[in-house]
């Protein structure tokens, strides 16, 4: 066989795309609002934001960020280890620390990052990593990227978990999880799981991109809202670009396992460090996040709000009590023309489709934010029930 030509595997590839409604691409957004947005020149109200509490238009941050900007630079200069490590980077480490009961901080200019970097950093091949089949893509790459034994549980099931870690007894282990997945809105059996790694001494890695800033006492995650500490969970990643409004991620830990991460993880290491404005803006969402419990009871009001209403419509809800509410519509093709009517009356919803999702669960996943009002809420759940109705009557 002649090597296969670049042209041809490219619009292969294409063409298998547009043959099962998976081709994507990406929307202009040219105003922004709070949730009223304008995309490719259409006024919408957007519910496809993880902005839960409505910090990424927060005027502090903004100013925070500037200030720090004017006076530091933009760019950070370098890695962490060469001369890219500025006091604003440590001081939102130490606050960041303080905040979630940590010996230490590690402050990442991006979650993907982060997640790469704790499981390379922490696996070599011949160790084991368990996680759940639904975690995201890049706890799963990172265990790849480490070389490591990789077995995933089926959903949210910690016995089997369990069953994974104890299959491997000699190999050292880690077990991680999203604590709130990303397409599903549920929050995972954190103290089992817990339980099964402490006595498989196995590490616990918990990802809490959507659990931190929205659960817990002053935002503090899933995990402290069931009541777990440091010594439960070891090991936290909490990306930024969520609740928190922001870019970036912290990775927090003892001090002996981020001094360890801090020398040996190669995506850290080799990475020009985050704008050190962007720590300065972080430790000022963080102030927000701590102070303003407001906006996680409206936040909560507005997720219970949308369930009442959307169960009275009979709307395929799933099991979720978080700000992501996902409705499955099963085929790709359904979710996206029920995505595009929505569009038609003026609301922005993300159609997700495989691979973010296993095929044939296709979704609309809505998420609630506490900059939407009640009146939004409402508009939503109505034209939901009118496009689902005119969806099923077309098909
Ligand atoms: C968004 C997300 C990430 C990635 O974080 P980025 O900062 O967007 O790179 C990691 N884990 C989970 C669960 C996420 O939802």
Not at 105 to 112: I, N, V
Request: proline share 5%; glycine share 10%.
């Amino acid at each position: 066989m002649p090597r296969a030509r670049w042209p041809d595997r490219l619009a292969v590839a294409q063409a298998h795309r547009a043959r099962s409604d998976a081709l994507r691409r990406r929307r202009v957004v040219e105003r922004v609002d709070g949730p009223r947005v304008v995309v490719d020149g259409q006024p919408l109200v957007s519910f496809c934001s993880n902005d839960y509490l409505g910090l990424a238009s927060s005027l502090e941050g903004a100013v925070a960020l500037q200030d720090a900007a004017a006076r530091h630079g933009l760019g950070s200069g370098g890695s962490a280890l060469l001369g890219g490590h500025h006091a604003l980077h440590a001081a939102f480490e130490r606050e960041a620390a303080e905040w979630l009961g940590y010996e230490r901080a590690l402050f990442f200019p991006s979650g993907y990052q982060a997640n790469l970097a704790t499981l390379q950093g922490l696996l070599s091949p011949g160790d084991l990593c368990v996680q759940d089949k639904l975690n995201h893509a890049c706890l799963v790459d990172g265990a790849r990227l480490a070389g490591a034994e990789l077995r995933r549980y089926p959903h949210a099931d910690y016995a089997a978990a369990l069953r994974q870690l104890q299959a491997l007894p000699e190999a050292a282990a880690v077990l991680a999880t999203d604590s709130v997945f990303s397409m599903d809105g549920d929050v995972a059996p954190l103290r089992e799981l817990a339980l099964a790694a402490t006595g498989e001494h196995a590490l616990f890695v918990v990802d809490e991109a959507h659990g931190a800033g929205v659960l817990g006492p002053e935002g503090r995650g899933a995990c402290a809202a069931v009541g777990l500490s440091a010594r439960d969970v070891p090991l936290m990643v909490v990306p930024l670009g969520k609740a928190f409004g922001g870019q970036g991620a912290l990775v927090l830990g003892s001090q002996a396992l981020v001094d360890h991460l801090l020398q040996s993880a190669r995506p850290y290491v080799f990475s020009t460090a985050a704008m050190p404005a962007l720590a300065a803006a972080m430790s000022a969402q963080l102030r927000a996040i701590r102070a303003e419990g407001w906006r996680r009871a409206k936040l909560a009001s507005l997720v219970a709000r949308f369930r009442r209403g959307a169960l009275r419509h009979g709307l395929p809800l799933v099991d979720s009590s978080t700000p992501i509410q996902p409705l499955l519509l099963g085929g790709n093709a359904r979710a996206l023309a029920v995505a595009r009517t929505l569009e038609q009356r003026g609301y922005w919803v993300a159609p997700i489709r495989p691979p973010a999702v296993p095929d044939g669960k296709a979704r609309l996943r809505i998420t609630l934010t506490a900059a939407h009002d009640e009146a939004q809420v409402d508009g939503l759940v109505d034209a939901l029930a009118a496009c689902l109705d005119a969806a099923d009557a077309g098909a």
